[in-house]
């Protein structure tokens, strides 16, 4: 069983930056994918960032070039960096580990979740 924290969201104003991170549980994290996925009120949860277990990282379209996102395997933690933030960042975050460790953008792949921080990006 992995538990996964979220922290580091707030509000903030257009063009500023954020940094969410996620502490997990676990002696396996290393070998794990770890995704951020986020969700709109009245909208589905979407794919964000994804690392794999072996560093790769991916993006989603509407992020690529503002958000980065990083592992730190020594201290079980993955976060991510937002920059250039936009009104349409607006959602919670969800922390999300797939114990396959290997790429994808699906929801239904992961398998462990957070319990979500929300991020306000105001205009």
């Known amino acids: 069983q992995v538990q996964l924290v979220e922290s580091g969201g707030g509000l903030v104003q257009t063009g500023g930056s954020l940094r969410l991170s996620c502490a997990a549980s676990?002696?396996?994290?290393?070998?794990?994918?770890m995704g951020w996925f986020r969700q709109a009120p009245g909208k589905e949860r979407e794919f964000v960032a994804g690392?794999?277990?072996?560093?790769?990282?991916y993006y989603g379209d509407s992020v690529k070039g503002r958000f980065t996102i990083v592992r730190d395997n020594a201290k079980n933690t993955v976060s991510l960096q937002m920059n250039s933030l936009k009104p349409e960042d607006t959602a919670v975050y969800y922390c999300?580990?797939?114990?396959?460790?290997?790429?994808?953008?699906?929801?239904?792949?992961?398998?462990?979740w957070g319990q979500g921080t929300q991020v306000t990006v105001s205009s």
């Open positions: 690392i794999t277990g072996s560093g790769s990282t």
């Open positions: 676990g002696r396996t994290f290393s070998n794990y994918a």
């Open positions: 999300a580990a797939n114990r396959a460790g290997g790429y994808s953008i699906r929801t239904g792949v992961y398998d462990y």
